[in-house]
């Protein structure tokens, strides 16, 4: 089974960057890759999506500070967040559709915009 790792969360202050990464294991085809957020008492929320041809869709919340993208030679997708704001603070997941296995989910990074 496809496994996703992800990486590069951590404590920022308001206005500044961050990076995730998200690595999938194994061989079979991925095809749209996205990332999620869900910070305490609310529900998981889609934060982009990129599909294997590289269209990308962004909520609204996020457009013209964050930028998702895609290796699919390393089989990975990121995610560079910039100006950050407090209401980003979340657990952020990776999801990928995974050809003969459905969806997949990562473990969750925790992202923490504070100054």
């Known amino acids: 089974q496809v496994q996703l790792v992800e990486s590069g969360g951590g404590l920022v202050q308001p206005g500044g960057s961050l990076r995730l990464s998200c690595a999938a294991s194994?061989?079979?085809?991925?095809?749209?890759m996205g990332w999620y957020r869900q910070a305490p008492g609310e529900q998981r929320e889609r934060v982009a999506v990129?599909?294997?041809?590289?269209?990308?869709n962004y909520a609204d919340s996020v457009k013209g500070r964050f930028t998702i993208s895609r290796d699919n030679a390393k089989r990975t997708v990121y995610l560079q967040m910039n100006s950050l704001k407090p209401e980003d603070t979340a657990v952020y997941y990776c999801?990928?559709?995974?050809?003969?296995?459905?969806?997949?989910w990562g473990q969750g990074t925790q992202v923490t915009v504070s100054s």
């Open positions: 999801n990928a559709g995974v050809l003969n296995e459905g969806t997949r």
């Open positions: 990129i599909t294997s041809g590289g269209t990308t």
């Open positions: 194994g061989s079979r085809s991925i095809n749209a």
